[in-house]
């Protein structure tokens, strides 16, 4: 929390290290030793690993996204310039329009400068989305809140069911041989479709060989 106090970039900092996280959890099969903490001794397949470090990755860029979203505001000589010449249009409406409304001038002015100095406050106010327009703390407090649900179920006496692949570095259940083990492991797809050679031949289980 006090190196967080005192980066001037925390969005950035909170995904670097987010990636430092994902690269220290060992690859899978490691030993318990090397496992992070909840982790039941199994850690990360190469696979996982890319695919949460894309996450990461993302998230580097939408942080990129807002950075330049509240660094590039309208030009305030634009924004002057808008101001000024709405406010001399609105003061001319009125004399535009007496002739043909007559007292009806009052609330149909009052209706239009309403309406367009409305737009133009809309404007300013998604100019800053972050400060103005979004209840960020309102996504922050349910983005906590879905995090603590989510380690506390974790962290229950969950046991999630058995993935229908093997995986390299489990010990073979109670039954199965080690040999056995490693050729389930490394031809997944015929051990599926063992009595139906139809569909073994129809099946490519290179793309599943040597699961990492």
Not at 15 to 44: C, K, W
Request: hydrophobic content about 40%.
């Amino acid at each position: 929390a006090e190196s967080l106090k005192r980066v001037s970039n925390r969005p950035l900092y909170i995904a670097n290290l987010l990636a430092a996280e994902v690269h220290g959890i060992p690859d899978q099969g490691e030993t318990h030793a090397r496992s992070s903490p909840g982790s039941g001794g199994v850690g990360f397949s190469s696979r996982e690993r890319l695919a949460m470090l894309k996450m990461v990755d993302d998230m580097t860029g939408y942080i990129g996204g807002c950075e330049r979203i509240v660094q590039t505001p309208v030009p305030l000589n634009y924004a002057r310039h808008t101001s000024r010449f709405l406010t001399f249009w609105c003061l001319a409406l009125p004399m535009a329009l007496v002739s043909e409304l007559g007292f009806a001038v009052v609330p149909v002015t009052a209706l239009v400068v309403w309406a367009m100095f409305g737009i133009q406050e809309i404007g300013l106010m998604i100019e800053e989305p972050f400060r103005r327009a979004l209840a960020l703390h309102v996504f922050c407090n349910t983005i906590h809140h879905d995090i603590e649900e989510t380690l506390e179920f974790h962290a229950s006496n969950y046991n999630p069911p058995p993935s229908p692949f093997p995986r390299i570095g489990v010990p073979p259940p109670p039954g199965v041989s080690q040999r056995k083990w490693e050729e389930m492991v490394y031809n997944p797809i015929n051990e599926q479709h063992r009595d139906d050679p139809g569909d073994r031949k129809r099946t490519n289980p290179e793309p599943f060989a040597r699961i990492t």
